[in-house]
Structure formats: C-alpha cells, structure tokens
C-alpha cells in the first residue's frame, strides 16, 4: 500500500473515521485534501498532524453542489491531479415514526439523502470527470451496516447508504472502461467521539455484545479497508462492499 505521489480527497476529513483515513493516506506518503463543513479547528489541527506536506483543507457542504464542483477544482488545481476519492461525510438524524411529525419526518429525510447520497454521487461526478481525462483512478464510499441490518431510529440513513452501495456498484461498471475503480467500506458502529455517549451510556454495553469480539471498530480499522480498495492490485475488486462491524452481521 504506498501511495507516494499520490492525491486523495477525504470529505468528512478532520474528526472520527475520515481522519483516520486521512492519517492513513498521509503515513503511506499521499499528498491529502480534507474537505470539512465547518469546524475550522478541527480542520486546522488535523492539517498540522498529517505527515509529510503539501496537503490542504477544504471548506464545503457536500450538500451544495456548487461547492462539491469547486472543492474538486480546487484540488485538482492544487496538485495538478486527483487520483483517489474518499466519500466520508455523513449524518444520521433520529427520526423514529412513531414519535416524529410528519413535517420534521419530511425534512430528516431532506437532510439525509442530500448529504449522504446526492452529495457523494456530485463529488463522484466531479472527481470522475477528472479521472477519465487523466486516465484512471480509485473511489471508495463509506457506507454502514445500516444499509442490510435496517436502521428503525434513523430509516434515512440507512436508505441513503443502501443507495450509496447501489451508486458504488453501479458506477464500478459503468466507469470500468475508464480504468476507474470503484468501491464501499460498511462499517457497524466504530470508536469515535459521534458515537462516544452512547458507547459509554447504559446501551454501551449492549452494543459491544453485538461483536463476538465484545467490542466496536476502532476508526483505524475502518482506514485499513479503505487503503486496500484504493491501492494497486485491489483493482478485479471493484463493485466490491467490504463490511467492517466484527462479525456484528453477516450477510452472503
């Protein structure tokens, strides 16, 4: 896995599962953008830890499809190419029917599939576009458990990263011919600072029993899987969904 001379773009980049990745990718020698929404800090904190240099941060709402257009412009710009993408970014808002209006249900579902499907496929766009003129590159999706365990509190999220596997498999054929590979990572829950309150409240527990390792993923395991998609010899493995929740469900 050496990705010397390399470029990757992660969305989501500054905190949790897409810093780790974006460590990942700088550790193997890769030049990496880190797109963020907001948070400036966490941004520049994490800019500062990546080894090596010559990497950037990126403000834009995957969301605004403008702004996805810019941010793939602006890195392309920067380093002159962009040969992997990272589709990370994400949000999860609880809206369990029973106990949700109709007017808030309509806009959870807004938000979510905005930002977790519509988003990616505009970053996907943009970054293929880029990749046939260069002649290849790698896209990989982070997806969930979610999509074939069900999600009852959030039924958004785990649709819009169902569709995010079907995108994934869809554009592996479609830009095959381009020597554009495409893949998704599924992780169950993962150790991180979204997910700490519940991992250490009363259902904390419950949840680590869901592995027959008695624990959750650790974002670093979550990279891993990630550097072999986007790495050289992965390639016959695209359309490929990788799940990484220990065993907490398997599928066949």
């Known amino acids: 896995m050496d990705f010397i001379n390399k470029t990757v773009l992660v969305t989501g980049g500054t905190r949790g599962i897409g810093r780790a990745i974006a460590f990942a990718f700088a550790k193997k020698g890769a030049r990496v953008a880190v797109l963020f929404r907001s948070d400036q800090g966490s941004a520049d904190k994490t ?21 996805v257009e810019k941010a793939v412009f602006d890195v392309v710009r920067h380093f002159g190419r962009l040969d992997i993408v990272v589709n990370n970014a994400g949000i999860g808002v609880y809206h369990p029917l029973p106990m949700t209006n109709y007017e808030d249900w309509q806009q959870a579902w807004r938000q979510t599939i905005e930002t977790n499907l519509i988003g990616p496929a505009n970053i996907c766009f943009c970054a293929a576009k880029h990749m046939i003129d260069q002649g290849g590159g790698r ?17 958004a999220y785990g649709a819009s990263k169902a ?36 991992l ?22 979550v990279a891993h899987a990630v550097l072999f998609l986007a790495s050289e010899g992965a390639e016959f493995s695209t359309g490929t969904i990788i799940d990484v929740n220990g065993a907490s469900h398997l599928r066949s």
């Open 200 to 221: 250490n409240g009363p259902e904390g527990a419950q949840i680590k029993a869901q592995s027959p390792f008695n624990r959750v993923a650790e974002p670093e395991e």
């Open 139 to 155: 896209i990989v999706n982070i997806t969930s458990r979610g999509a074939f365990r069900g999600e009852p509190t959030k039924a």
């Open 47 to 67: 800019l500062a830890a990546l080894e090596g240099n010559d990497h950037l941060a990126i403000k834009a709402d995957v969301a605004d499809p403008d702004q």
């Open 163 to 198: 569709g995010l596997n079907s995108l994934s498999q869809s554009l592996a054929v479609a830009l095959a011919e381009y020597k554009i590979f495409v893949g998704a990572v599924a992780p169950g829950f993962v150790n991180t600072e979204l997910t700490a309150d519940r």
